[in-house]
T-cell receptor
Framework: DAGVIQSPRHEVTEMGQEVTLRCKPI?????LFWYRQTMMRGLELLIY????????DSGMPEDRFSAKMPNASFSTLKIQPSEPRDSAVYFC???????????FGQGTRLTVV | GIQVEQSPPDLILQEGANSTLRCNFS?????LQWFHQNPWGQLINLFY???GTKQNGRLSATTVATERYSLLYISSSQTTDSGVYFC???????????FGKGTRLSVIA
């Protein structure tokens, strides 16, 4: 298995632009997580899907952030409009269910200038 | 919510030395994982260890869930062990991993 695949690996965008991050979970995993990593706040959960349904989005910082999982093999995290404080590394992770081992993608490093 | 505390925050070792990293958590957990974030930013799974002891080469881990802590042992450290080690727990009231702030390890040749 190729593991969790995220794209792009790096993204540089101007403030105000829309940014879309993509994630392909490990086949057969039915839980998907989006995390954000910053120096100040460490690794924090943004949103959690189970069987393509958003279960916990309490970590989504504000309405500029949205996430979708249209099918079991694809998820997106969108920021519109982007701001410099959104600069961070965004990780996607998946697990067979919510109670077993989670595996992380390589992350997308987002820089908003 | 649950609190996850890791110690020490920073650690510098001479190559070949042994070390113990600690993770304390404030409530019951269903799951505990240790990760290594390498200098390229990748989060690599080390152990899935909600309880008991596991070993993988020079690394081993022990979780004592009843006392709410886990330990990661690194023996005969190598420069490639450098990076940040994270403990993450799945709180029994939730279904997601909550991360500690990590231990930054530097192994010097």
């Amino acid at each position: 298995d190729a593991g969790v695949i995220q794209s792009p690996r790096h993204e540089v965008t101007e403030m105000g632009q829309e940014v879309t991050l993509r994630c392909k979970p490990i086949s057969g995993h039915n839980s998907l997580f989006w995390y954000r990593q910053t120096m100040m706040r460490g690794l924090e959960l943004l949103i959690y899907f189970n069987n393509n349904v958003p279960i916990d989005d309490s970590g989504m910082p504000e309405d500029r952030f949205s996430a979708k999982m249209p099918n079991a093999s694809f998820s997106t995290l969108k920021i519109q409009p982007s701001e410099p404080r959104d600069s961070a590394v965004y990780f996607c992770a998946s697990s067979p269910d919510g109670l077993t081992e989670a595996f992380f993608g390589q992350g997308t490093r987002l820089t908003v200038v | 919510g649950i609190q996850v505390e890791q110690s020490p925050p920073d650690l510098i070792l001479q190559e070949g030395a042994n070390s113990t990293l600690r993770c304390n958590f404030s409530d019951s957990v269903n799951n505990l994982q240790w990760f290594h974030q390498n200098p390229w930013g990748q989060l690599i799974n080390l152990f899935y260890i909600p309880s008991g002891t596991k070993q993988n080469g020079r690394l081993s881990a022990t979780t004592v869930a009843t006392e709410r802590y886990s330990l990661l042992y690194i023996s005969s450290s190598q420069t490639t062990d450098s990076g940040v080690y994270f403990c993450a727990v799945e709180w029994f009231k939730g279904r997601v991993l909550v991360f500690g702030k990590g231990t930054r390890l530097s192994v010097i040749a």
